[in-house]
């Protein structure tokens, strides 16, 4: 393997966008996402750059470094965002790793979260302790989403009994604080006196129980979490306010790119996005963390530069599921659950639950601004009384996507209409009278919450609900995710890949981020089982039988995760389970907690551990399902690396990583073993394709340093078909070749060449007499990853991946 020290190196792997016609963009070849932390600060980044660089990265991609909740290990919970974190090392830690980057000619994209702040501990965020204390006349009070119509702001923070909580209130000692156990609130000036019940009384607040906060919240928030207060950046003067940090890095020139968070929450994306790209001027690379649907775009009038990839993982890792292994795991899947259900209908009826529980709050808003437009006031002449939360639910239920952004989306809206008025055509005046209004005014309160919280509702209902129900093949159950599509073929996934280079360039790809269901390894091993359905059956039916939970569904979750994380020691699989049976809301749930349930779930992975001869079984099963699935591993990884985008690889998953959802994909990165093995493959060495993860380093490090040194390569895009027996098991493209830059281009050209469905090509015998005709009729091509010639201009797919299960050619430049 060729070192980056070797390498035909260019001044900075921050580029300028080669695509003529767009504004020149500072994309990198790749980036590497770090989770910043008091665990992994500022410093510790400085320290891994060295590896980074040598990996062949072309930028840092920086979890949000604003001043957060203490102990926070993600960030997202932004308490002052008008200073960077201490806990992660503060300015001085900020700017030494900016100068550190720029040494190494290294970007820096930085994650924003312009929708909400922390208020879990109020004292930590100075904005919401003044709103608290002095109430709508705070000069904080216009930053904050709340309706003061409604009363003093609710704050779910008390026991299930109230009154028995309210007994526990005290004043502080200097009667400037109500303490509530550890918790602790602002006392108004002149509110002092009497008891702690009286003074609680006369505040701009209420504390109340958490059970309250589902239905009666007086706030907006981020979807269901109170400690998590949106902000009013719609506001050109909150704008400033939370922008105007991280704007003096950009113009200071030390952040290259910005990542914002969840813009679907916002009153406006389009025009924030706008103001934003105004602000960091046309030359920033701008991404959203848009979960887009399966057909759906971003829309046009948005000045981003793309996603942050979750529409790529749907096709990547769809195109290693065999989709003949659809039909026995459904019929089993009814089996075992003892009902058949659709991915549409179970979708709708989560969301519907949701709607009508944990987010009650924020229907209850919309319903009350509704009652206020006449002709919704018209509609409801002669109607039940709750015939309004239920049109307003059953509207936000039938999004086919996240959100409509009116005027643009109307379509999504429309469909929303017709699946509301065909559950509940008894609501169809009502619900005609709120598309029309909508539309009527779209940018007026009553659109601007729909759209808000339509994402909410889809959030919450499927990510969060139907994807820890419906679990025929959790593989499938991802961000971004469709599980009722059952893979994705070679053809589609060609017709993806041609479009993103097209449309949208520079645009992130990822596998795994910290938001994932599951690791990439994971998904890749899983995917495995769609090639030996009636296998997986035969086993799942045993060990239930010998280790049986409380919920059917949470049985296949379960025996799918433990053998697509194997081995993971009890106590991350108990913790996986407890919140993945409380988020599935079946026998428990975080808000109604069963007992008997959770004592159940949480012993589960323990007592399967301790069982020898099952023990015995599931390590037997597992070592069928590995190799096929580092091969799934290696082939998603290449196919990410060098095609159309730029590449995002979280942290670790440059070795094989099996993680579960968070906090478990969080776990602290063993970054010396890659260090290390990162040097001996510099040394020649060839790995194996073993558990340590030395192989897929081997492919991440070459394809990454590839694109950084070679950028020309990795331009234009060409399916290339195998031809033979086994041509459905192999996909190919070719990139930066002449016949795809035109005349006069100088290309010499890249080709990436992944196996897919590795079982079934096992079973078949192997490639036969299988070949990969190449671009151009070349005939000089040369495999980096191997170090190893070509064989002709269409060489035999059972040479070519003779020693791995992927190809990565080039041709002298």
Not at 139 to 152: L, N, S, T
Not at 281 to 310: C, F, H, M, N, Q
Not at 702 to 721: I, K, N, Q, S, V
Request: proline share 7%; hydrophobic share 45%.
């Amino acid at each position: 393997m060729t070192s980056s020290s070797e390498s035909p190196v260019s001044e900075s792997p921050v580029s300028e966008s080669p695509v003529s016609g767009r504004p020149a963009r500072h994309v990198p070849s790749s980036t590497y996402r770090l989770q910043f932390s008091a665990q992994q600060t500022f410093a510790h980044g400085v320290a891994l750059l060295d590896y980074l660089d040598a990996l062949g990265v072309g930028a840092l991609y920086a979890s949000p470094l604003l001043e957060s909740g203490a102990g926070s290990n993600h960030g997202y919970d932004v308490v002052d965002p008008t200073r960077v974190s201490a806990e992660r090392g503060g300015e001085l830690g900020r700017k030494d790793l900016v100068a550190a980057l720029r040494e190494r000619g290294l970007g820096l994209l930085l994650d924003i979260v312009p929708n909400h702040v922390g208020v879990d501990v109020p004292l930590a965020n100075p904005w919401w302790w003044d709103v608290l204390t002095h109430g709508r006349s705070s000069r904080h009070a216009a930053k904050f989403d709340v309706d003061w119509d409604a009363g003093p702001v609710l704050l779910p923070v008390l026991g299930e009994d109230e009154n028995e909580a309210l007994d526990a209130l005290v004043v502080s000692p200097d009667r400037t604080e109500l303490r509530y156990y550890e918790h602790a609130f602002p006392v108004a000036p002149g509110t002092a006196d009497g008891t702690a019940r009286e003074v609680h009384e006369r505040q701009h607040y209420r504390l109340v129980s958490w059970k309250r906060g589902a239905a009666e919240l007086t706030y907006r928030r981020f979807f269901d979490v109170s400690t998590l207060a949106a902000v009013r950046v719609e506001d050109p003067d909150v704008f400033e306010a939370t922008h105007a940090e991280v704007l003096r890095w950009v113009a200071a020139g030390e952040v290259d790119g910005i990542r914002v968070d969840h813009p679907d929450g916002l009153s406006h994306p389009g025009e924030y996005l706008q103001r934003l790209r105004a602000a960091i001027g046309p030359d920033r690379w701008l991404l959203v963390e848009k979960i887009l649907g399966v057909g759906e775009e971003l829309p046009a009038s948005w000045p981003v530069d793309g996603t942050t990839g979750y529409e790529a993982l749907r096709h990547i890792g769809g195109v290693f599921v065999d989709p003949a292994g659809a039909g026995l795991l459904t019929q089993f899947t009814a089996e075992h659950v003892g009902s058949k259900e659709s991915a549409h209908s179970g979708e709708h009826r989560a969301r519907r639950e949701v709607a009508s529980t944990i987010l009650a709050a924020e229907v209850r808003r919309i319903a009350g601004v509704a009652a206020a437009v006449p002709a919704v006031a018209a509609a409801l002449d002669g109607a039940p009384e709750d015939a309004l939360g239920d049109a307003v639910a059953e509207l936000l239920c039938g999004f086919p996507v996240y959100r409509s952004y009116l005027p643009e989306g109307r379509e999504a809206l429309d469909t929303a209409l017709t699946v509301a008025r065909t559950h509940r055509p008894d609501l169809a005046p009502v619900l005609l009278a709120l598309h029309a209004a909508m539309l009527a005014d779209p940018h007026g309160e009553l659109t601007t919450r729909v759209q808000q919280t339509s994402g909410m509702i889809m959030a919450k209902g499927v990510e969060d609900t139907a994807f820890y129900r419906w679990n025929r093949f959790v593989a499938l159950n991802e961000v971004g995710g469709a599980p009722d599509r059952f893979g994705v073929s070679p053809a589609e996934f060609h017709a993806a890949a041609a479009a993103r280079e097209a449309s949208s360039p520079a645009t992130m790809t990822t596998l795994s981020t910290h938001d994932t269901k599951r690791s990439e390894d994971v998904r890749a091993r899983l995917a495995v089982l769609s090639e030996m359905p009636a296998e997986w059956i035969d086993v799942v039916r045993r060990w239930s039988a010998r280790r049986p939970l409380p919920d059917r569904s949470l049985e296949l979750l379960a025996w799918q995760c433990l053998v697509g994380a194997w081995p993971i020691p009890a106590d991350r699989m108990a913790a996986y389970l407890t919140k993945a049976s409380k988020e599935a809301k079946l026998v428990t749930s975080h808000v109604e907690a069963v007992a008997e349930v959770d004592e159940t779930v949480a012993a589960w992975a323990g007592e399967v551990l301790s069982d020898p001869d099952l023990v015995a079984e599931i390590e037997a099963f597992v070592a069928r399902i590995e190799g096929p699935g580092r091969s799934n591993s290696l082939g998603q990884k290449l196919l990410q690396l060098a095609g159309p985008g730029v590449p995002d690889i979280y942290q670790g998953t440059e070795f094989f990583e099996y993680s579960l959802v968070d906090p478990d994909n969080r776990r602290p990165v063993d970054f010396a073993a890659r260090r290390a093995t990162l040097g001996r493959l510099d040394e020649g060495e060839l790995p194996e394709i073993g558990p340590d993860g030395a192989a897929k380093l081997l492919v991440t490090a070459t394809a990454a340093r590839l694109r950084r040194y070679r950028p020309e390569l990795f331009a234009g895009y060409r399916a290339l078909p195998a031809s033979g027996p086994a041509a459905e098991h192999a996909v190919a493209f070719a990139r930066g070749t002449a016949s795809l830059l035109g005349p006069g281009a100088q290309a010499s050209g890249m080709v990436a060449v992944a196996t897919r469905l590795p079982v079934g090509l096992a079973a078949r015998g192997g490639w036969g007499d299988t070949v990969l005709p190449l671009p151009d009729g070349a005939d000089d091509w040369h495999d980096i990853l191997t170090d190893t010639p070509v064989d002709g201009a269409a060489p035999r797919l059972g040479d070519l991946l003779l020693r791995y299960p992927v190809a990565l050619l080039v041709r002298p430049a």
